[in-house]
Protein backbone atom coordinates (compact mmCIF):
# COMPACT_ATOMS: atom_id res chain seq x y z
CA UNK A 1 0.00 0.00 0.00
CA UNK A 2 1.22 3.35 -0.69
CA UNK A 3 1.91 5.93 2.15
CA UNK A 4 2.98 9.40 2.57
CA UNK A 5 5.54 10.71 5.41
CA UNK A 6 5.89 14.80 6.08
CA UNK A 7 8.28 14.30 9.27
CA UNK A 8 8.12 17.77 10.16
CA UNK A 9 4.85 19.19 11.90
CA UNK A 10 5.62 22.73 12.08
CA UNK A 11 8.17 24.37 10.17
CA UNK A 12 8.59 28.08 10.98
CA UNK A 13 10.70 30.58 8.55
CA UNK A 14 11.80 34.01 8.50
CA UNK A 15 10.03 35.65 5.64
CA UNK A 16 12.35 36.19 3.01
CA UNK A 17 14.56 32.64 4.30
CA UNK A 18 14.40 29.90 1.64
CA UNK A 19 12.06 26.84 2.22
CA UNK A 20 12.31 23.24 1.95
CA UNK A 21 9.32 21.14 3.08
CA UNK A 22 9.97 16.72 3.35
CA UNK A 23 8.05 14.56 1.81
CA UNK A 24 8.60 10.78 1.89
CA UNK A 25 6.98 7.86 0.05
CA UNK A 26 6.58 4.74 -0.34
CA UNK A 27 5.16 2.84 -2.95
CA UNK A 28 6.14 -0.03 -5.55
CA UNK A 29 5.92 1.75 -8.69
CA UNK A 30 6.59 5.12 -10.37
CA UNK A 31 4.06 6.84 -8.41
CA UNK A 32 2.20 10.23 -9.17
CA UNK A 33 3.27 13.11 -6.65
CA UNK A 34 1.91 16.00 -5.23
CA UNK A 35 1.85 19.24 -3.29
CA UNK A 36 -1.19 20.65 -2.04
CA UNK A 37 -1.51 23.76 0.05
CA UNK A 38 -4.46 24.54 2.39
CA UNK A 39 -4.53 28.38 3.70
CA UNK A 40 -6.54 29.08 6.48
CA UNK A 41 -10.27 28.56 6.55
CA UNK A 42 -10.14 27.29 2.89
CA UNK A 43 -9.68 24.10 0.83
CA UNK A 44 -7.04 22.76 -0.91
CA UNK A 45 -5.31 23.99 -3.89
CA UNK A 46 -2.82 22.04 -5.96
CA UNK A 47 1.14 23.68 -5.72
CA UNK A 48 2.70 21.01 -8.47
CA UNK A 49 2.37 18.04 -9.67
CA UNK A 50 4.96 15.19 -10.68
CA UNK A 51 4.09 12.74 -13.61
CA UNK A 52 7.08 11.91 -15.50
CA UNK A 53 10.16 13.21 -17.00
CA UNK A 54 12.02 16.37 -15.32
CA UNK A 55 12.70 15.36 -11.87
CA UNK A 56 12.60 18.98 -10.90
CA UNK A 57 9.21 20.12 -11.29
CA UNK A 58 7.79 23.91 -11.46
CA UNK A 59 4.45 24.90 -9.93
CA UNK A 60 2.60 28.44 -8.62
CA UNK A 61 3.64 31.00 -5.93
CA UNK A 62 7.36 29.99 -7.15
CA UNK A 63 7.42 26.70 -5.77
CA UNK A 64 9.30 23.81 -6.95
CA UNK A 65 10.10 20.25 -6.34
CA UNK A 66 12.43 17.13 -7.12
CA UNK A 67 11.93 13.94 -7.31
CA UNK A 68 14.52 11.89 -5.65
CA UNK A 69 13.52 8.04 -6.41
CA UNK A 70 16.95 6.80 -5.05
CA UNK A 71 15.69 8.70 -1.51
CA UNK A 72 12.00 8.34 -2.03
CA UNK A 73 11.30 11.16 -1.30
CA UNK A 74 9.54 14.62 -3.31
CA UNK A 75 10.79 17.94 -0.92
CA UNK A 76 9.15 21.31 -1.74
CA UNK A 77 11.51 24.31 -2.00
CA UNK A 78 10.92 28.22 -2.21
CA UNK A 79 13.77 30.56 -2.43
CA UNK A 80 12.03 33.52 -0.44
CA UNK A 81 9.26 32.64 1.46
CA UNK A 82 6.24 35.76 1.73
CA UNK A 83 3.96 36.33 4.56
CA UNK A 84 1.51 34.99 2.59
CA UNK A 85 3.09 31.44 2.36
CA UNK A 86 1.67 30.50 5.77
CA UNK A 87 -0.21 27.95 5.61
CA UNK A 88 -0.75 23.59 6.09
CA UNK A 89 1.21 21.99 3.28
CA UNK A 90 -0.12 18.12 2.15
CA UNK A 91 1.97 15.83 0.39
CA UNK A 92 0.18 13.18 -1.76
CA UNK A 93 0.81 10.10 -4.03
CA UNK A 94 -1.30 8.01 -6.44
CA UNK A 95 -0.96 5.59 -8.82
CA UNK A 96 -2.44 7.95 -11.66
CA UNK A 97 -5.63 7.49 -13.52
CA UNK A 98 -7.61 8.99 -10.88
CA UNK A 99 -6.31 6.34 -8.49
CA UNK A 100 -7.14 7.94 -4.58
CA UNK A 101 -4.62 9.73 -3.72
CA UNK A 102 -2.78 8.98 -0.29
CA UNK A 103 -2.19 12.58 1.88
CA UNK A 104 0.64 12.67 4.67
CA UNK A 105 -0.34 14.71 7.47
CA UNK A 106 0.91 18.41 6.65
CA UNK A 107 3.32 20.45 7.47
CA UNK A 108 2.14 23.44 9.40
CA UNK A 109 4.42 26.64 8.13
CA UNK A 110 4.32 29.71 10.20
CA UNK A 111 6.43 32.85 8.58
CA UNK A 112 7.98 35.41 11.03
CA UNK A 113 8.84 39.04 10.30
CA UNK B 1 -17.20 28.23 -12.83
CA UNK B 2 -17.90 28.94 -8.61
CA UNK B 3 -15.93 25.42 -8.13
CA UNK B 4 -16.39 23.20 -5.69
CA UNK B 5 -19.41 24.28 -3.30
CA UNK B 6 -19.88 22.79 0.69
CA UNK B 7 -22.72 23.50 2.70
CA UNK B 8 -22.95 23.80 6.07
CA UNK B 9 -19.33 25.73 6.56
CA UNK B 10 -20.13 25.02 9.87
CA UNK B 11 -21.80 22.73 11.45
CA UNK B 12 -22.31 22.17 15.75
CA UNK B 13 -24.35 19.05 16.77
CA UNK B 14 -24.98 16.44 20.30
CA UNK B 15 -23.96 13.08 19.84
CA UNK B 16 -26.87 10.93 18.47
CA UNK B 17 -27.85 13.60 16.32
CA UNK B 18 -27.83 12.93 12.67
CA UNK B 19 -25.63 14.96 10.22
CA UNK B 20 -25.67 15.66 6.73
CA UNK B 21 -22.92 17.47 4.63
CA UNK B 22 -23.45 18.49 0.99
CA UNK B 23 -21.19 18.98 -1.72
CA UNK B 24 -22.06 20.23 -5.09
CA UNK B 25 -18.74 19.20 -7.95
CA UNK B 26 -17.71 21.25 -10.74
CA UNK B 27 -19.77 21.36 -13.67
CA UNK B 28 -18.37 18.36 -16.03
CA UNK B 29 -16.17 16.85 -13.34
CA UNK B 30 -17.03 13.07 -13.12
CA UNK B 31 -15.49 12.17 -10.06
CA UNK B 32 -15.85 13.44 -6.86
CA UNK B 33 -14.11 12.73 -3.61
CA UNK B 34 -14.93 12.81 0.31
CA UNK B 35 -11.94 13.61 3.15
CA UNK B 36 -11.89 13.77 6.63
CA UNK B 37 -9.10 15.85 8.14
CA UNK B 38 -8.37 15.29 11.50
CA UNK B 39 -4.90 16.45 13.74
CA UNK B 40 -4.22 13.29 14.11
CA UNK B 41 -4.77 11.70 11.27
CA UNK B 42 -4.58 14.35 8.43
CA UNK B 43 -6.58 13.75 5.17
CA UNK B 44 -8.29 10.70 4.51
CA UNK B 45 -10.22 9.58 1.71
CA UNK B 46 -13.14 8.16 2.93
CA UNK B 47 -14.76 7.47 -0.23
CA UNK B 48 -15.08 8.25 -3.88
CA UNK B 49 -17.77 7.89 -6.98
CA UNK B 50 -17.54 8.04 -10.81
CA UNK B 51 -20.17 9.21 -12.90
CA UNK B 52 -22.31 8.90 -9.69
CA UNK B 53 -21.38 5.57 -8.65
CA UNK B 54 -19.28 4.66 -5.51
CA UNK B 55 -16.36 3.18 -6.81
CA UNK B 56 -14.07 2.82 -3.15
CA UNK B 57 -15.85 3.57 -0.06
CA UNK B 58 -12.65 1.21 2.24
CA UNK B 59 -12.25 4.85 3.72
CA UNK B 60 -15.41 5.08 5.35
CA UNK B 61 -14.99 4.67 9.36
CA UNK B 62 -17.93 2.40 10.12
CA UNK B 63 -21.46 2.10 8.96
CA UNK B 64 -22.72 5.28 10.62
CA UNK B 65 -20.93 7.10 7.88
CA UNK B 66 -23.11 6.84 4.32
CA UNK B 67 -22.87 8.22 1.15
CA UNK B 68 -24.90 9.54 -2.29
CA UNK B 69 -24.39 11.16 -5.53
CA UNK B 70 -27.79 10.97 -7.08
CA UNK B 71 -27.51 12.86 -9.44
CA UNK B 72 -23.70 14.69 -11.24
CA UNK B 73 -24.02 17.47 -9.36
CA UNK B 74 -24.45 16.82 -5.67
CA UNK B 75 -23.67 14.40 -3.12
CA UNK B 76 -24.35 13.67 0.59
CA UNK B 77 -22.12 12.46 3.53
CA UNK B 78 -24.16 11.52 6.16
CA UNK B 79 -23.47 10.86 10.06
CA UNK B 80 -26.43 8.75 11.67
CA UNK B 81 -26.17 8.58 14.85
CA UNK B 82 -23.07 11.65 15.33
CA UNK B 83 -20.36 10.69 17.63
CA UNK B 84 -17.76 13.54 19.41
CA UNK B 85 -14.88 10.94 17.65
CA UNK B 86 -16.50 12.28 14.17
CA UNK B 87 -15.69 16.11 14.79
CA UNK B 88 -13.13 17.73 11.97
CA UNK B 89 -13.12 19.09 8.64
CA UNK B 90 -14.64 17.21 6.14
CA UNK B 91 -13.46 17.95 2.43
CA UNK B 92 -15.59 17.28 -0.88
CA UNK B 93 -13.49 17.15 -4.03
CA UNK B 94 -13.74 16.83 -7.43
CA UNK B 95 -11.82 16.37 -11.01
CA UNK B 96 -12.20 15.48 -14.59
CA UNK B 97 -10.71 12.00 -16.05
CA UNK B 98 -7.46 11.96 -17.63
CA UNK B 99 -4.63 9.62 -15.86
CA UNK B 100 -1.99 12.76 -17.31
CA UNK B 101 -4.02 15.71 -15.51
CA UNK B 102 -4.85 13.90 -12.52
CA UNK B 103 -6.16 16.89 -10.83
CA UNK B 104 -8.27 17.60 -7.47
CA UNK B 105 -10.06 20.86 -6.68
CA UNK B 106 -11.32 20.91 -3.29
CA UNK B 107 -14.29 22.69 -1.75
CA UNK B 108 -13.61 24.98 1.67
CA UNK B 109 -15.02 22.20 3.59
CA UNK B 110 -17.23 21.85 6.25
CA UNK B 111 -15.97 22.03 10.14
CA UNK B 112 -18.64 19.33 12.14
CA UNK B 113 -18.36 19.79 16.08
CA UNK B 114 -20.17 17.19 17.97
CA UNK B 115 -20.49 17.88 21.53
Known amino acids: AQSVTQPDIHITVSEGASLELRCNYSYGATPYLFWYVQSPGQGLQLLLK??????LVQGIKGFEAEFKRSQSSFNLRKPSVHWSDAAEYFC???????????FGTGTRLTIIP | DAGVIQSPRHEVTEMGQEVTLRCKPISGHDYLFWYRQTMMRGLELLIY????????DSGMPEDRFSAKMPNASFSTLKIQPSEPRDSAVYFC?????????????FGSGTQLSVL
Open chain 1, 92 to 102: AVGAGGNEKLT
Open chain 1, 50 to 55: YFSGDT
Open chain 2, 49 to 56: FNNNVPID
Open chain 2, 93 to 105: ASSDTGPEDEKLF
